[in-house]
């Protein structure tokens, strides 16, 4: 394996999904072995055609079946809640360790070049007693890319997750800028962020549903993977 990536983001529903197709559809097409992981995931229903393992599955060019779903989503959940929510509602629980187990294990088959895993939620949400995705950001010990949004609020936001990310010396690859649809600005909100983190703070337009997102997208996985990461 050449790199794993943890994708993580100011909150939910910011666009973490979609840069993680956009980095295992256009790393794919550079010829590179792609693995994505999405290990746990609340609200999640097989019958989705959406859910976000399904949307993964297909940027990999795989088919979201059953099995497949099972083998990237380890840990999934009904509820449309914070994952321990999720997790107590059907009587189980997450453990820390066996989530990074999970995927320390796929980082280590040697089948893909690349590894990409998305969180649940944002930086600090928690999915265990005592544990958010802050902590599996340090225990799989891979750098991170964080998404945020073009929203009113997103530069406090961003720059709140990226002080929670350094205090675990959690290396950082960059930043997404996923544009909004209620945005006050994509190229404004970019450029506010710039001022206070070194790390490439990339901008992500609005996509058109319809095309693969990984080829209207703009190049992210180039200027990711030549950043030499960050501690801040
Ligand atoms: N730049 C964009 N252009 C078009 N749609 C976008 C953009 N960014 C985000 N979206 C849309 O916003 C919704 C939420 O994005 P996404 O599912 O990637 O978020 P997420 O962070 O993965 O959420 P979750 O926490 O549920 O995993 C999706 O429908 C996605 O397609
Ligand atoms: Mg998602």
């Known amino acids: 394996m050449k790199q794993a990536i943890f994708v993580t983001a100011v909150g939910t529903e910011v666009g973490k999904t979609l840069v993680a197709a956009i980095l295992c559809g256009q790393l794919r097409m550079r010829g590179e072995r792609v693995c994505a992981l999405k290990p746990i995931a609340s609200g999640f229903s097989f019958d989705d055609p959406a ?26 959940l009904a509820a449309p809640l914070a994952p321990d929510r999720a997790a107590a509602l059907e009587g189980r629980s997450i ?4 989530v990074v187990g999970f995927c320390h294990n796929i980082m280590n088959n040697n089948e893909c070049d690349y590894v990409i895993i998305e969180g649940a939620g944002g930086v600090m949400s928690p999915f265990a007693a005592g544990c958010t995705m802050l902590d599996l950001a340090r225990m799989l010990g891979c750098p991170a890319l964080l998404v945020t949004g073009s929203y009113l609020g997103a530069i406090s936001h961003t720059l709140t997750a990226l002080r929670a990310l350094a205090s675990e010396s959690v290396v950082l690859l960059g930043v997404i800028v996923s544009e909004s649809a209620a945005s006050v600005g994509l190229a ?18 609005r996509l058109a549903p319809g095309v693969e997102p990984w080829r209207q997208a703009p190049e992210l996985a180039r200027p990711l993977l030549e950043s030499r990461g960050t501690r801040l």
């Open 95 to 98: 453990a820390l360790g066996e």
């Open 51 to 76: 859910s976000d393992p399904a949307l993964l599955l297909r940027a990999l060019g795989r088919a979201a079946s059953p099995e497949a779903i099972a083998s990237i989503t380890p840990w999934r």
């Open 188 to 205: 404004e909100t970019a450029a506010a962020i710039r001022q206070y983190t070194a790390v490439p703070v990339l901008e992500l337009p």
